[in-house]
């Protein structure tokens, strides 16, 4: 089955009119990673704060966007994740908010199943000087994948993978640490209906 290409394109940076505490100035001094969190609008530790601070993180919320790498959507999809989800066309998947949204839980679904035995084992204990949490747990899959989060669980933080842009699995454990996501249900095959 040929699948229809999108054609990444560079992505300039947008102000969403997201306001601050924080003056342009203060926000030029502060470190990437603050800098992230001064500008994500306020969300509660619970699902949907989890999915909409990492969409604001993957694409700032964006539906429609392509990276330079051809991830697509508001999660930022890579297309083999896609067919692991048996979603074929890339072009439909990008025009479809609702289909995004349900394929972002159920991969978070089909995580949470791949890495249960690293959440009941993990949850809870420092690495690194991290706080190893489900929810940190589950954003760095979807950042890296599940194979790369159990390795480095089980080194202890000595294998440990970095993204194209240069994003470490480390700071999604970090950022998205502390989040409930205990009504998710980890399922071994999804189903997006």
Do not use: C
């Amino acid at each position: 089955m040929e699948e229809d290409l999108i054609i990444p394109v560079k992505i300039e940076k947008v102000q969403h009119g997201i306001n601050t505490v924080l003056t342009k100035d203060e926000l030029d001094q502060l470190e990437q990673s603050q800098k992230e969190l001064a500008m994500i609008p306020g969300v509660e530790k619970d699902f949907v704060g989890f999915k909409e601070a990492l969409a604001f993180k993957e694409s700032q919320g964006n539906y429609f966007r392509v990276n330079t790498l051809g991830y697509l959507g508001k999660y930022q999809f890579g297309r083999s994740t896609l067919r692991e989800l048996n979603i074929h066309n890339s072009k439909e998947f990008l025009k479809n908010p609702l289909l995004q949204e349900k394929a972002f839980l159920a991969n978070l679904e089909k995580n949470k199943w791949m890495l249960r035995k690293e959440i009941k084992r993990f949850d809870g204990r420092w690495i690194k000087g991290i706080k190893i949490t489900e929810s940190g747990i589950l954003a760095a899959a979807h950042l890296g994948g599940a194979g790369a989060v159990k390795k480095f669980l089980w080194s202890y933080g000595k294998e440990s993978k970095t993204d194209a842009y240069g994003t470490k699995i480390e700071h999604y454990l970090k950022k998205f640490s502390g989040y409930d996501l205990s009504d998710i249900t980890a399922k071994r095959k999804p189903v997006i209906q």
